[in-house]
């Protein structure tokens, strides 16, 4: 049996506007640009080829199936740019018929360079695929299929998916085929899922090559070399980008036709049919393990990291962006994350490409620049002034806390110190006896009482001094004695 198992990858990224020094503002992505480029392969790519899986769905009543990915920057554009290509894709989750994978909400590099920003961004792409579509991924798909032995156990953590999709390059396959179901190393549980790089480029690349030998690529003569698999393998995975449709691959050049021409060759023979990956996951088992101590990707004819990383303003630029991190998500500033975020897609880095041989019109197709220094230059300004940005507002948080912080001291600073207030009841009664009359003393002749007594200065009393001996003293200053009782001194 022979299962086709196919994967288109959806994406658009955020693209910038020519971004220089002397920009004051803060505006990076070119709305316009992006909304143009959007509309465009709506029309030409979205609208046409999903129309035509949604008949091709009906026809054969649910034995055709696909798998999408669709990136989170793109399902924000389609949101605002084409509504009508957003409720297309729902219309096709809602067949059962459809699976949707689970990436980089960014489409990111983040794997690379931060494990923590790499999680963050897949659950957000996570939410995202249940909040549109209404299904939990079990899959991942990581960006542009970089993958290494350090990408399992990343994704065997998070505990909610079931396999990786993966390039079937052949330095890491050595003599083996894509068309079965591997594993990773030190891993029982998750499975690989690896491109057959052959027959996907033959639909993906060489269909409108008129050099190509095999030119012109009729359905049927593809049906018959997924017929040869069979025997030799479980599934054939054909993965490729959406845009294969109409965009790369124009209207007039036959695309359309083959694709809808496809499933009834594929069917003719009976023991082939078509599968989503968790289905494929869920039929075949393992045979053996994928060791992969390089990384790889699907991309170029080197199927690595060189599209992204391989000269030096490619790896400055990356390697200043995630320096970035922590401040930027310090801030607590929501536009700021958001346009770091966007920074990090990886077609940012791919315009940079120096690479001009064999890929040169691949690196060239939808590049807003002329050169890939141009493409670096504009890049590092808006990074610059993001930078910029995060200092500004980490300064002003720190004058807010160091102002509040003077301010309380000051108030603490005002306040009288009191060991132990008095009670209510205290005050109120020392008020009271200080208000109370003195009492009047009589004095008798011959007493004690009528005796003289002198001040504290050793001066005559009053009486002394010729007072009537039947009138109080004049009154004087109250104080306590040392008994607690009030009188006169």
């Known amino acids: 049996m022979a299962s086709v198992c196919f994967y288109f990858q959806v994406h658009q990224p955020c693209r910038l506007r020519h971004y220089t020094i002397f920009h004051q503002d803060s505006n990076y992505f070119d709305d316009s640009k992006n909304e143009e480029v959007c509309k465009k392969v709506a029309n030409k790519c979205y609208l046409p080829t999903n129309l035509l899986l949604l008949d091709l769905i009906k026809k054969y009543r649910g034995r055709f199936k696909v798998a999408f990915s669709i990136t989170g920057i793109l399902l924000e554009q389609l949101q605002s740019y084409s509504q009508e290509v957003l409720s297309s894709f729902q219309e096709l989750a809602a067949t059962g018929c459809v699976e ?10 983040s794997f690379l360079y931060s494990v923590d920003e790499f999680i963050e961004q897949i659950e957000s792409h996570k939410q995202a695929v249940q909040r549109f579509f209404g299904q939990t991924p079990r899959i991942f798909r990581n960006t542009e299929l970089i993958y290494n032995n350090n990408l399992p156990p990343l994704i065997e953590r998070l505990g909610c998916f079931d396999a990786i999709l993966a390039e079937g ?48 690529l009729r359905a049927d003569k593809f049906a018959s070399w997924v017929n ?24 007039d050049t036959g695309i359309f036709n083959f694709m809808r021409q496809l499933p009834e060759e594929i069917f003719k023979h009976p023991d082939n049919d078509f599968k989503t990956p968790s289905e494929v996951v869920a039929a075949y088992d ?44 310090a801030t607590k500033d929501e536009r700021i994350l958001a346009d770091w975020r966007k920074l990090q897609t990886s077609d940012h880095f791919y ?12 690196h060239k197709y939808f590049n807003p620049y002329d050169s890939p220094y141009e493409a670096y230059m504009n890049f590092m300004n808006a990074l610059d002034d993001l930078n910029s940005r995060c200092n500004r507002v980490l300064r002003l948080a720190s004058a807010k806390a160091e102002a509040g912080a003077g ?66 003293a004049a009154p004087r200053p109250a104080q306590r004695a040392a008994d607690g009782v009030w009188q006169s001194t």
């Open 169 to 216: 390059a052949d330095y890491i396959l050595g003599y083996r085929s894509p068309n079965f179901v591997y594993r990773p190393p030190n891993s029982q549980r998750l499975k690989l899922l690896l491109k057959n790089y052959h027959l996907s480029d033959d639909i993906a690349f060489r269909f409108s090559n008129r050099g190509w030998n095999e030119w012109p």
């Open 228 to 251: 040869a698999v069979n025997g030799n393998g479980y599934v054939v995975n054909l993965f490729m980008d959406y845009e294969t449709f109409g965009e790369h691959q124009w209207e």
């Open 286 to 329: 393992a045979v053996g393990v994928f060791d992969a101590p390089y990384t790889i990707s699907w991309a170029d004819i080197e199927r690595d990291l060189s599209a992204w990383q391989g000269n030096a303003m490619q790896q400055s630029a990356a390697t200043e962006l995630y320096k970035l991190e922590s401040k930027v998500k």
């Open 351 to 362: 315009y940079m490409c120096t690479k001009w041989f064999s890929d040169g019109d691949v």
């Open 100 to 109: 949707f994978l689970a990436e980089t909400y960014h489409h990111s590099l």
């Open 407 to 472: 301010q309380k001291e000051q108030e603490s600073a005002r306040i009288p110190i009191m060991e132990t207030p008095p009670s209510q009841s205290a005050v109120h009664t020392a008020v009271e006896e200080q208000a109370r009359p003195l009492p009047r003393i009589p004095a008798k002749r011959g007493s004690s009482q009528g005796q003289a007594r002198h001040t504290t200065d050793g001066q005559p009393s009053a009486r002394q001094c010729g007072d009537q001996a039947d009138q109080p």
